[in-house]
């Protein structure tokens, strides 16, 4: 089954505690991307990664690193979460960056930051 | 500013009305529009992608596009019931290739 698979769904940290969210697709696809989702605010892009190696900043990149080693993978790290950052997350893929196709989203992570 | 911006509603249609969904963008390099259906506690879908002017129907779905007054619009004729969603209208950027700007959704719903 074609599916863009995130771990963990949900999470409940603290601040200052490094953690990954792990983002895996198994379509080949070239372009990965990450969002969060606060309300009111709607999808606000991360990052995002036009091909293995390859990666830019979307419109709200403070605090958040990624890296994209494989076609597949494309984790997103926390390296200190700040309550700031307690939102709905989601993580993206399309076949390529030029999006002619859809967009396929994960399930979703929630994480709250205490 | 933000670039891609929505009446966030809620927008209340009865059932087998037009629902008229609009979103504005301020980037006139761009190119591509989509528009995304949300149901809650779910993860957005894809409806329709729209990159030429004029109107693009598939089903019960319209979106059409007028670049020179930057505004993309989404109707849903025969609306139903399980057509109540947030509907997110998102642009890829002209110049920063794989740059998607979403804007913050209209809450839509049908009631019977």
């Known amino acids: 089954e074609a599916q863009v698979t995130q771990n963990p769904r949900y999470l409940i940290t603290v601040t200052g505690k490094k953690l990954t969210v792990t983002c895996s697709q198994n379509?080949?696809?070239?372009?990965m991307s990450w969002y969060r989702q606060d309300p009111g605010l709607g999808l606000r892009q991360i990052y995002y990664?036009?091909?293995?190696?390859?990666?830019d900043k979307g419109d709200v990149p403070e605090g958040y690193k990624v890296s994209r080693k494989e076609k597949r993978n494309f984790p997103l790290i926390l390296e200190s979460p700040s309550p700031n950052q307690t939102s709905l997350y989601f993580c993206?893929?399309?076949?390529?960056?030029?999006?002619?196709?859809?967009?396929?989203f994960g399930e979703g992570s929630r994480l709250t930051v205490l | 500013q933000k670039e891609v911006e929505q009446n966030s509603g809620p927008l209340s249609v009865p059932e087998g009305a037009i629902a008229s969904l609009n979103c504005t963008y301020s980037?006139?390099?761009?190119?591509?529009f989509f528009w995304y259906r949300q149901y809650s506690g779910k993860s957005p879908e894809l409806i329709m992608f729209?990159?030429?002017?004029g109107d693009k129907e598939d089903g019960r779905f319209t979106a059409q596009l007028n670049k020179a007054s930057q505004y993309v619009s989404l109707l849903i004729r025969d609306s139903q019931p399980s057509d109540s969603a947030t509907y997110l209208c998102?642009?890829?950027?002209?110049?920063?290739?794989?740059?998607?700007?979403f804007g913050q959704g209209t809450i839509l719903t049908v009631h019977p």
């Open positions: 998102a642009e890829l950027s002209g110049t920063s290739y794989g740059k998607l700007t």
């Open positions: 993206a893929s399309s076949l390529t960056g030029f999006l002619t196709g859809e967009l396929f």
């Open positions: 990664s036009m091909n293995v190696e390859v990666t």
């Open positions: 379509m080949n696809h070239e372009y």
């Open positions: 729209i990159y030429s002017n």
């Open positions: 980037d006139r390099g761009s190119q591509s």
